[in-house]
């Protein structure tokens, strides 16, 4: 009996070793499982932008490491930023659907056009700037857009899809009905360095551009403005950055810490613009005087805000123009969940 004994009890304490054993190896599972889930968001942000200062928050997003600080403070592992460079919105978008991009940013028609493409499977993530945009050119017998003729090209950063060219739509459509067509066909696709120096070298006659680079054309006096976006939008969103849902939904860390990286970069712009000038400068090379810079940022029509402004008003336009089949209801369904409490338009 005794013997029986003993060797019930050691079969118990086997047992309980066992089941604590198994207990251990769940919970270790367990924690492989939250550490995969945490693995599985990339490690690579692919980000694209342009030219000029109104992607001056991701410029110092990455001069200041700010993207990386937020990574590290979700706890995700180290995550490479790869940054391309394009002219218009046209080839983002392209390159966002066919998952080469993560992440674009630009004027806010591409970003209209692309959501109504993809029935709402892309919207805004933040707003980046808010500036006006000029319509230069060295004619001189042009003074308004009505003189310009079939010999004359302006250039812009995308044909009918970008800021400028719903502008100059806009604009245009006040003086007749046929006007918009009949400037839209003068207006050719190049990036904004390109066509400062194509303006200034006579290979153009006009550029619809933004700053830096309209003011640095104005500075030689062949150039003068035909037309100023204020004349038309008043204050608006010039720049935003967007993406698409499938990725937000499979990366809502890196999502978020792109965010917050941006919202703290556009705080440090708004405290202090100087240090924003010289991270800008630094970053793209530019060799432009600081105070030529600060001057643009200090400006009063000027401003960095992570809040869209007249998305709707734009949108409602472009369905006219009949660039987008879909409008939005309201300016929230371009935009992600995030943006939705902000004193937008």
């Given at each position: 009996?005794?013997?029986?004994?003993?060797?019930?009890?050691?079969?118990?304490?086997?047992?309980?070793?066992?089941?604590?054993?198994?207990?251990?190896?769940?919970?270790?599972?367990?924690?492989?499982?939250?550490?995969?889930?945490?693995?599985?968001?990339?490690?690579?942000?692919?980000?694209?932008?342009?030219?000029?200062?109104?992607?001056?928050?991701l410029v110092v997003m990455k001069g200041e490491h700010l993207f990386e600080k937020h990574a590290k403070r979700l706890g995700l592992g180290p995550v490479e930023l790869i940054w391309t460079d394009f002219a218009g919105g046209a080839n983002m978008n392209d390159a966002l659907l066919s998952?080469?991009?993560?992440?674009?940013?630009?004027?806010?028609?591409?970003?209209?056009?692309?959501w109504s493409r993809s029935k709402g499977q892309v919207k805004i993530a933040t707003a980046l700037s808010e500036m006006p945009l000029l319509l230069n050119t060295t004619d001189p017998q042009v003074r308004s857009i009505k003189d310009f003729n079939e010999s004359h090209k302006i250039a812009l950063p995308a044909v009918r899809t970008s800021n400028q060219a719903v502008i100059l739509a806009m604009a245009a459509d006040k003086l007749g009905p046929d006007e918009a067509e009949r400037l839209g066909r003068?207006?050719?696709?190049?990036?904004?360095?390109?066509?400062?120096?194509?303006?200034?070298?006579?290979?153009?006659?006009?550029?619809?551009?933004?700053?830096?680079?309209?003011?640095?054309?104005l500075r030689d006096p062949r150039v003068h403005t035909v037309l100023s976006s204020k004349d038309v939008m008043g204050r608006f969103t010039f720049t935003v950055a967007w993406s698409t849902v499938k990725f937000r939904e499979t990366n809502p860390k890196t999502y978020e810490a792109f965010v917050a990286a941006i919202q703290e970069a556009i705080e440090l712009i708004n405290s202090d613009k100087e240090k924003a000038a010289k991270i800008y400068l630094q970053e793209t090379g530019n060799k432009e005087s600081l105070e030529f810079l600060l001057?643009?940022?200090?400006?009063?029509?000027?401003?960095?805000?992570?809040?869209?402004?007249?998305?709707?008003?734009?949108?409602?336009?472009m369905r006219e123009l009949g660039l987008i089949k879909t409008q939005p209801e309201r300016w929230q369904d371009l935009a992600?969940?995030?943006?939705?409490?902000?004193?937008?338009s």
């Amino acid at each position: 009996m005794q013997m029986n004994r003993s060797v019930l009890v050691g079969k118990t304490i086997s047992r309980l070793r066992w089941i604590r054993r198994a207990i251990l190896l769940g919970m270790a599972g367990m924690l492989a499982v939250s550490a995969s889930a945490s693995a599985a968001e990339v490690d690579k942000l692919r980000i694209a932008r342009q030219f000029g200062i109104g992607y001056l928050p991701l410029v110092v997003m990455k001069g200041e490491h700010l993207f990386e600080k937020h990574a590290k403070r979700l706890g995700l592992g180290p995550v490479e930023l790869i940054w391309t460079d394009f002219a218009g919105g046209a080839n983002m978008n392209d390159a966002l659907l066919s998952g080469s991009l993560d992440i674009a940013s630009g004027g806010v028609p591409p970003l209209v056009t692309l959501w109504s493409r993809s029935k709402g499977q892309v919207k805004i993530a933040t707003a980046l700037s808010e500036m006006p945009l000029l319509l230069n050119t060295t004619d001189p017998q042009v003074r308004s857009i009505k003189d310009f003729n079939e010999s004359h090209k302006i250039a812009l950063p995308a044909v009918r899809t970008s800021n400028q060219a719903v502008i100059l739509a806009m604009a245009a459509d006040k003086l007749g009905p046929d006007e918009a067509e009949r400037l839209g066909r003068l207006t050719v696709s190049m990036s904004h360095p390109d066509a400062a120096i194509a303006l200034l070298n006579g290979q153009i006659a006009a550029h619809f551009t933004s700053p830096p680079f309209q003011y640095q054309e104005l500075r030689d006096p062949r150039v003068h403005t035909v037309l100023s976006s204020k004349d038309v939008m008043g204050r608006f969103t010039f720049t935003v950055a967007w993406s698409t849902v499938k990725f937000r939904e499979t990366n809502p860390k890196t999502y978020e810490a792109f965010v917050a990286a941006i919202q703290e970069a556009i705080e440090l712009i708004n405290s202090d613009k100087e240090k924003a000038a010289k991270i800008y400068l630094q970053e793209t090379g530019n060799k432009e005087s600081l105070e030529f810079l600060l001057q643009q940022l200090s400006a009063p029509d000027v401003a960095f805000s992570t809040t869209p402004q007249s998305l709707k008003r734009y949108a409602s336009y472009m369905r006219e123009l009949g660039l987008i089949k879909t409008q939005p209801e309201r300016w929230q369904d371009l935009a992600f969940e995030n943006l939705h409490d902000a004193p937008g338009s």
